[in-house]
């Protein structure tokens, strides 16, 4: 390589520059002419190509409703086939239309299309009449013309409104009668507005007052009925109501008078009557699926109220709301006098007797208190059970309570009364399934820790919605999946919790939580919830599980139930009827010394009786008073007598 000769060593770099150049004008020359081609393809794609263009008639200017079409109203252009419909009008058809009018204005420079001309328009009304039929006007008011909302083309039923005539078919009574006279008439005009266009009308378009008001129809009608709607008109005054161009029906009545008025308007308040009767509390019974319905069958959908052993409609606390002028509407809700829809389920006691919601709703007293522990006390301070037995050797406790003469607390749902006259406390009955403790031993059932709102959403008592839940007609609560939910999963609901495999339960993130996992643990040995509560008489054993006092073994679901001053029912324990808690081996059947039911007093039937209205016999001069008593049959069913009484 050292030989290599000096020249080829300098021609070298040269060669090199040679080519790369020639390169570089190769490729500046390709994209010169590439730029070239494209910029040709880009010109030939955005220039516009040429449309189809069609010639068509249109407006030299502004043209009114009844123009006569000619050379100088009309012009010739061409607009892009595309936008010309099949009925626009050519040059070559203008002369067939010369001298035809405009039945609707048309813009400048608008096409004249054949929906917008009449090239056969009557010269004047007369013509626009058909043949065999006559044109007639009668005068109208504000409310006869129906606010001016009949128009041309309406079709309409008149009757006339006269003094009753005198032949034999008449009331003695005299007075006033409504006949029908023509149905099914055709409206022509309304004021000077027509029905079809023609050249009178289009000449008065300039002087004429156009306004949409008039006090006039002119009407398309025999010859014959022209004398009969002449001699309704002279003998009294026409009445024109408006109808459906497709309803067909006629007028089902040869006249009415003001005896048929008037006993229209009884007709109309003995049903509003007969509506509210079948509408009050009293009536309320159940169906044959256990519904709770009206008289009418108006199902009530307030899923707080229940019938007691004697017919009465009560909250679930056992108030009695029968007697409280409350009626059911046609939605199934209860409502007062005034119309408000009643919260049963927030009702608390109030001054004399009365009631009231959480909306504030005061329902006025029905003449007995009911204490706690669900006893009546009548205005005369007599202590009753709700079936009506007096009750004597018994005490109303300042605190609401009824009490025995040595301070024993009572509820009425632990009584029984023997047929002559001895008052036992009931033996006690299994704990409902499902159900909870709370601390100051009462039973809550999953229905108690929640509230419903007039649309059926299920809420926990924090407000929280349960979704998917529903109340079935026992008063069970019923979750998507067609599950009864206990009061512990109520409880865990609230909290965005659900049991869970082998004790646990799954939190709002679904993790699987055991009853260890909720709990702190002091050095001492004292087992805590995580708030710090402590969980009286439970320990850990030395497999890390909790046991409570009882020696069984705590859920994840019990440590947070005892969080919320709950606990499930012990094994034996038993529940007065009432709901509260009886330990083991409670004794049944306690007789109650010093305590004895008197008398019966039919608290229903009285309740219901006094508040039962007098209710007119149609058309007669009599009156029923309608009496609906508590009946024993298991379904709760009231049983209804009706006592007919003489005005006098």
């Known amino acids: 390589m050292g030989d290599e000769p000096k020249e080829n060593v300098k021609k070298g770099p040269w060669r090199l520059f040679f080519l790369a150049t020639l390169f570089a004008l190769l490729a500046g020359l390709g994209t010169a002419v590439f730029l070239h081609f494209e910029e ?33 109203t009309m012009a010739v252009r061409a607009i892009p086939s595309e936008y010309v419909g099949d009925d626009a009008i050519r040059p070559n058809e203008f002369g067939a239309i010369t001298g035809a009018v405009l039945i609707k204005g048309l ?28 044109a007639v006007t009668i005068q109208v008011d504000e409310i006869n013309s129906i606010s001016g909302m009949i128009r041309p083309g309406n079709r309409v039923d008149l009757y006339s ?21 023509l149905e099914n008439v055709l409206v022509l005009a309304t004021g000077k507005s027509g029905l079809r266009p023609n050249e009178d009308e289009f000449n008065r378009l300039d002087t004429d007052d156009r306004s949409q008001s008039y006090t006039t129809l002119t009407l398309e009608v025999s010859p014959r009925d022209v004398a009969l709607l002449s001699l309704a008109d002279n003998s009294g005054t026409i009445i024109a109501a408006l109808k459906n161009v497709k309803d067909s029906t006629d007028p089902d009545f040869e006249r009415l008078t003001m005896t048929d008025l008037f006993g229209h308007a009884a007709a109309l308040r003995q049903a509003a009557e007969n509506k509210l009767h079948n509408r009050e509390l009293d009536g309320v019974h159940k169906d044959s699926t256990g519904r709770l319905v009206t008289r009418d069958g108006v199902v009530i959908t ?8 004697q017919g009465l409609l009560v909250t679930k606390d056992g108030v009695v709301l029968n007697g409280r002028d409350l009626t059911v509407d046609s939605t199934g809700h209860i409502r007062d006098s005034k119309g408000n829809t009643i919260d049963t389920a927030t009702l608390v006691g109030g001054k004399n007797d009365s009631l009231v919601d959480a909306k504030g709703n005061v329902l006025t007293g029905n003449g007995y208190q009911t204490t706690k522990g669900g006893f009546l006390v009548d205005k005369d301070g007599r202590i009753m059970t709700p079936d009506g037995h007096v009750l004597t050797g018994l005490k109303l406790a300042p605190d609401g309570t009824v009490r025995t003469g040595d301070g024993k607390i009572l509820a009425a749902g632990d009584i029984t009364v023997d047929p002559d006259g001895t008052v036992h406390l009931a033996a006690g009955q299994a704990v409902a399934a499902g159900a909870l403790v709370t601390g100051d031993g009462h039973v809550v059932l999953a229905r108690d820790l929640v509230t419903v709102d007039p649309d059926g959403t299920v809420r926990t008592k924090d407000g929280k919605i349960l979704e998917g839940v529903h109340v079935d007609k026992d008063g069970n609560l019923i979750d998507a999946d067609g599950h009864t939910l206990s009061a512990a999963e109520v409880v865990l609901a609230g909290h965005g919790e659900r049991l869970g ?10 993790k699987a939580l055991t009853a260890r996992d909720l709990v702190t643990i002091d050095p001492d040995g004292t087992v805590r919830t995580k708030d710090g509560k402590i969980l009286e008489g439970v320990h850990v054993d030395k497999d890390g599980n909790l046991i409570a006092a009882d020696g069984h073994t705590l859920s994840a679901a019990d440590v947070e139930l005892a969080d919320q001053g709950l606990r499930r029912p012990a094994a ?6 009432d709901g509260r808690i009886q330990p083991p081996g409670t004794v049944a059947d306690i007789t109650l010394a010093g305590v004895k039911a008197d008398s019966v007093a039919n608290f229903a039937a009285g309740l219901m009786a006094g508040n039962a209205k007098k209710r007119p016999l149609a058309g007669k ?28």
């Open 572 to 577: 034996g324990e038993t529940m007065t009827a």
């Open 107 to 134: 813009g400048k420079g608008k096409m004249l299309t054949r929906e917008v001309i009449d090239l056969d328009i009557p010269k004047d009304f007369a013509a626009t009449v058909r043949e065999g039929f006559r």
């Open 621 to 648: 001069g009599n009156y029923e008073v309608e009496y609906i008593v508590g009946g024993a049959g298991a379904d709760g069913t009231a049983k209804t007598f009706i006592v007919k009484i003489d005005d006098k």
């Open 40 to 72: 040709n393809r880009l010109k030939e794609a955005l220039t516009p190509k040429p449309k189809d263009m069609t010639e068509v008639v249109v407006a030299v200017h502004d043209l009114p409703i009844g123009t006569r079409i000619d050379s100088q």
């Open 161 to 181: 409104r006269m003094a009753e005539a005198s032949d034999a078919q008449a009331d003695a009574s005299g007075g006033t009668m409504v006949i029908p006279v």
């Open 501 to 510: 495999p082998n004790g646990t339960i799954i939190d709002s993130n679904g």
């Open 302 to 309: 307030d899923p707080n109220v229940h019938l007691n052993s």
